[in-house]
């Protein structure tokens, strides 16, 4: 679901200008960037489905801090936090709601594997809707948030160009880079 993040935070940035775009976008992987150290220390892992080679949607993904309802609520609200000093409470509650929304994008292609409590402390029932089960769904679903994030991202800078009467081209550009960006990853994803 990566690209879909990216698309996701695009979306964003269309409603939210005064957001810069590249806060929005580390705001979108903040979970997998703290998943990183902890996959390398052990702490969290990935393992293959059994019968599977483990490629695009075909781990179970334990990540139990990380991208535990509760973890990734404290997460996000972190990083929301760790920019309001800077840009003010509304940005704070944008990045932190952006953070979050990886959480509940994962909850819809994730199998069950994503604890409530992190660590899975009490051994509650693991959530996630599987639409990963379902390659060619999770492929579109990403894909059509890719193409709506640029499509979004477009008409904002497209609209704040014609108004400052400048920066017509730099807002193809970025849109550009967004959507080819987007299908990059969504392909380097999905082949492996």
Known sequence: MIAGHFGF???VKSREPRVPLW???L???WLDIVFI???LAGIEKLEPIPGLRGGYGQNIIYADYTHS???ALVLSAAFGLMFGWRWGKRCAFVL???SFSHWLLDLVVHRHDMPVLPGNWGNLPRLGFGLWQVKTGSILAELLLVILGTWCYWRAARAASL???KGHSR???TALLILLGGVAVLVLDVTG
């Open 37 to 39: 150290p902890l996959f």
């Open 163 to 165: 108004a400052a009467h």
């Open 171 to 173: 807002a193809i550009v």
């Open 69 to 71: 309802l509760i973890g």
């Open 9 to 11: 935070a695009a979306i």
């Open 27 to 29: 705001a979108t992987v």
């Open 96 to 98: 932190g709601f952006v």
């Open 23 to 25: 806060s929005l976008m």
